[in-house]
């Protein structure tokens, strides 16, 4: 597919196995996401611009590699986006970060926005979106409108699983924002949960039913 980068590495898959699991506990899936979040992470950023700057080391100056540009953000769709957005943190910890308040009317499945906070200038800044599950794609599209209407305009999305009907939706409505994922599951169900996927992320994340 295209404009789509399934990350399948070993540790990435061996760890979503084990947040699949449904023994596994609140603790361990919290964790595990965070370390799946590092290496995503690594591969989303895999081909940011750097420049040579000058430093000097104690032994000599030196002309060295850094990041070009503006600071990243890092948009997260709450509430699951933030089990992504630690371990994305953790690596590039001077990202500024936008908070997108979505849920899903279980009814419908409609994205209802519930609150919206981003760093006011997204134009030029390379803008990650993350959230575990692509399923329907609706919350993921409209804070993608969202940030859009707002003036980004070099946006990835980042998320854990997704089902085909969710990238196929996602893709045709934005299809200059690459997505990266470590799955892409089966399929959806009629209640709009990822199969066999790692059922609801959010509650699995914070113990809530
Ligand atoms: N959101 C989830 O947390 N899980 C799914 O399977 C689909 C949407």
Same mark, same amino acid.
């Given at each position: 597919m295209n404009n789509v980068t399934v990350v399948d590495h070993p540790l990435i898959q061996h760890k979503l196995t084990i947040m699949r699991n449904k023994e596994t506990s609140i603790a361990g899936f919290r *964790?595990?996401?965070r370390e799946i979040a590092h290496l995503l992470c690594y591969e989303v950023t895999r081909d940011l611009e750097l420049e040579m700057i000058p430093i000097e080391t104690p032994m000599s100056e030196m002309m060295a590699p850094?990041?070009?540009?503006?600071?990243?953000?890092?948009?997260s769709i709450l509430r699951a986006g933030n089990g992504l957005l630690e371990g994305m943190l953790d690596l590039v #910890?001077?990202?500024r970060v936008a908070h997108i308040g979505m849920y899903r009317d279980h009814a419908t499945l409609e994205p209802v926005e519930y609150y919206f906070k981003a760093p006011s200038n997204l134009q030029d *800044?390379?803008?990650?979106v993350?959230? #575990?599950?692509?399923?329907?794609?609706?919350?993921?599209?409209?804070?993608?409108?969202? /940030?859009?209407? *707002?003036g980004a305009n070099n946006i990835r999305f980042?998320?854990?699983l997704a089902a #085909?009907?969710?990238?196929? *939706?996602?893709?045709?409505?934005h299809p200059d924002v690459p997505v990266?994922?470590?799955?892409?599951?089966?399929? /959806?169900?009629?209640?709009?949960?990822?199969? #066999?996927? /790692?059922?609801?992320a959010g509650d699995r994340m914070y113990g809530t039913k």
């Open positions: *964790r595990l996401l850094a990041i070009k540009g503006k600071k990243l953000v890092f948009a #910890p001077a990202a *800044r390379l803008i990650i993350v959230d #575990p599950m692509l399923a329907t794609a609706n919350s993921a599209t409209a804070a993608i409108d969202k /940030l859009k209407e *707002r980042l998320c854990l #085909p009907e969710g990238v196929a *939706r996602f893709t045709e409505a990266f994922t470590a799955s892409i599951d089966s399929h /959806l169900n009629e209640l709009g949960y990822i199969m #066999p996927g /790692l059922g609801d």
